[in-house]
């Protein structure tokens, strides 16, 4: 069974940090591009990252560039999302996603991503 599996979420206050992790099981990512996104309540999906399986090219929009970093470890055929500096409009569950697209400076679109893991939830509040 092809599966993402989510993880790294939590309660973290203002200006704090966390690092989620996509693995993969049933399949290997090094031929994926991977996505993270997130959706809180009341609120469409958002794309947040991306990273091609080809090269590491990365894509982000501007509501986190600077902030969050996606990365990839093909041997423990996982990704990760390293967020900092976070803020409470960070509030959301997310979600990773395997897609063949990733183009720096165009927006993430869930739509062309398919194996969606569960999510996790990230909380930002004091």
């Known amino acids: 069974q092809l599966q993402l599996v989510e993880s790294g979420g939590g309660l973290v206050q203002p200006g704090g940090s966390l690092r989620l992790s996509c693995t993969a099981s049933?399949?290997?990512?090094?031929?994926?591009?991977i996505g993270w996104f997130r959706q809180a309540p009341g609120k469409e999906r958002e794309g947040v990252s991306c990273i091609r399986s080809s090269d590491g090219t990365t894509n982000y929009p501007d509501s986190v560039k600077g902030r969050f970093t996606i990365s990839r470890d093909n041997a423990k055929n996982t990704v990760y999302l390293q967020m900092n500096s976070l803020k409470p409009e960070d509030t959301a569950v997310y979600y990773c996603?395997?897609?063949?697209?990733?183009?720096?400076?165009?927006?993430?679109?869930?739509?062309?991503?398919?194996?969606w893991g569960q999510g996790t939830q990230v909380t930002v509040s004091s």
């Open positions: 049933g399949f290997t990512l090094d031929y994926y591009t």
């Open positions: 996603a395997a897609s063949h697209s990733c183009v720096p400076g165009t927006t993430i679109d869930g739509n062309r991503f398919g194996y």
